[in-house]
């Protein structure tokens, strides 16, 4: 059995103006995360991807269709039980900056979670001194506040709260994306080492291929709301077969100029073809 089981959801959001009818921006996706898993949802922006993360967090309502987690609904869970669901189920935020609570010092911010749930100040400071080991930062980090780190570090900050409660599955929506590309491999390198120590499931939100496949075993491709092509991480980033993927794939820039020529009239061909094939 899947940990993460998405069935058939669909999200809508209220139209504009006065009397407008709801606009639907998932169209009946349906995906599974195995235990110890990372799926890569990829599509650029307005594809929906970002909305399955928030729909899987509870912080957005699905119109229909099922989320399982562990083989337990969680849509329309209370707020309480949404609360015991916490420790299982975390996030990882896109902007470093602003994700973390600047007038809380680091061990005040990763302490918190663990002091919602249950643990006593002192287990709660052991447990952070552990944390930032885990995410290569001094023990010493836990007296500062986040502006005094980089936004790699703040990050790694933003992984040790995700990593607190011992989840079994991190939502990471956009994690890297604020980052400058030395850094994204850090981070990204984290990731995989810390889902290698401990079995984490990760849901893995971006835009961006290269990315995707560096850290995914498989990839969903979302195009307008529609899950257009899903497969091994290494088949759909080499060999995608549905023409947005390809599209994607040769958005994705290189350091030959003629190269990059040659991508940009192939991408231009296939933006000119018809987008309506769908593969499942």
Same mark, same amino acid.
């Given at each position: 059995?899947?940990?993460?089981?998405?069935?058939?959801?669909?999200?809508?959001?209220?139209?504009?103006?006065?009397?407008?009818?709801?606009?639907?921006?998932?169209?009946?996706?349906?995906?599974?995360?195995?235990?110890?898993?990372?799926?890569?949802?990829?599509?650029?922006?307005?594809?929906?991807?970002?909305?399955?993360?928030?729909?899987?967090?509870?912080?957005?309502?699905?119109?229909?269709?099922?989320?399982?987690?562990?083989?337990?609904?969680?849509?329309?869970?209370?707020?309480?039980?949404?609360?015991?669901?916490?420790?299982?189920?975390?996030?990882?935020?896109?902007?470093?900056?602003?994700?973390?609570?600047?007038?809380?010092?680091?061990?005040?911010?990763?302490?918190?979670?663990?002091?919602?749930?249950?643990?006593?100040?002192?287990?709660?400071?052991?447990?952070?001194?552990?944390?930032?080991?885990?995410?290569?930062?001094?023990?010493?980090?836990?007296?500062?506040?986040?502006?005094?780190?980089?936004?790699?570090?703040?990050?790694?900050?933003?992984?040790?709260?995700?990593?607190?409660?011992?989840?079994?599955?991190?939502?990471?929506?956009?994690?890297?994306?604020?980052?400058?590309?030395?850094?994204?491999?850090?981070?990204?390198?984290?990731?995989? @080492?810390?889902? *290698?120590?401990?079995?984490? +499931?990760?849901?893995?939100? =971006?835009?961006?291929? &290269?990315?995707? !496949? %560096?850290?995914?075993?498989?990839?969903?491709?979302?195009?307008?709301? @529609?899950?257009? *092509?899903?497969?091994?991480? +290494?088949?759909?980033?080499? =060999?995608?077969?549905? &023409?947005?993927? !390809? %599209?994607?794939?040769?958005?994705?820039?290189?350091?030959?100029?003629?190269?990059?020529?040659?991508?940009?009239?192939?991408?231009?061909?296939?933006?000119?073809?018809?987008?309506?094939?769908?593969?499942?």
């Amino acid at each position: 059995m899947s940990l993460l089981e998405v069935a058939d959801l669909r999200v809508a959001f209220p139209g504009r103006g006065f009397r407008a009818a709801p606009v639907e921006v998932l169209h009946g996706v349906s995906l599974d995360v195995a235990e110890g898993e990372t799926l890569g949802l990829v599509g650029e922006s307005g594809s929906g991807k970002t909305t399955i993360g928030r729909a899987v967090l509870g912080l957005v309502a699905p119109a229909s269709g099922s989320i399982r987690f562990d083989g337990r609904e969680t849509t329309g869970l209370t707020r309480r039980a949404r609360r015991g669901l916490a420790k299982d189920v975390q996030v990882v935020f896109q902007d470093p900056y602003t994700s973390l609570n600047p007038s809380l010092a680091v061990g005040d911010i990763l302490s918190e979670p663990l002091i919602v749930q249950g643990a006593k100040t002192t287990e709660a400071r052991s447990r952070v001194r552990s944390l930032l080991d885990q995410v290569g930062l001094p023990a010493g980090a836990a007296e500062r506040l986040p502006r005094e780190f980089s936004g790699g570090q703040r990050q790694r900050i933003a992984i040790a709260r995700a990593l607190a409660t011992d989840p079994r599955l991190i939502v990471c929506d956009e994690p890297v994306s604020a980052l400058d590309l030395s850094t994204q491999a850090l981070v990204l390198d984290l990731l995989v @080492d810390i889902q *290698e120590r401990t079995g984490v +499931a990760y849901l893995f939100v =971006s835009h961006d291929l &290269a990315v995707i !496949r %560096r850290i995914s075993h498989r990839v969903t491709v979302l195009y307008r709301g @529609d899950l257009v *092509e899903t497969g091994p991480a +290494a088949e759909v980033t080499s =060999s995608p077969r549905h &023409a947005y993927t !390809r %599209r994607l794939l040769l958005a994705s820039p290189v350091a030959d100029p003629e190269e990059q020529a040659r991508r940009r009239e192939a991408r231009r061909r296939l933006t000119e073809s018809s987008l309506e094939e769908r593969v499942i």
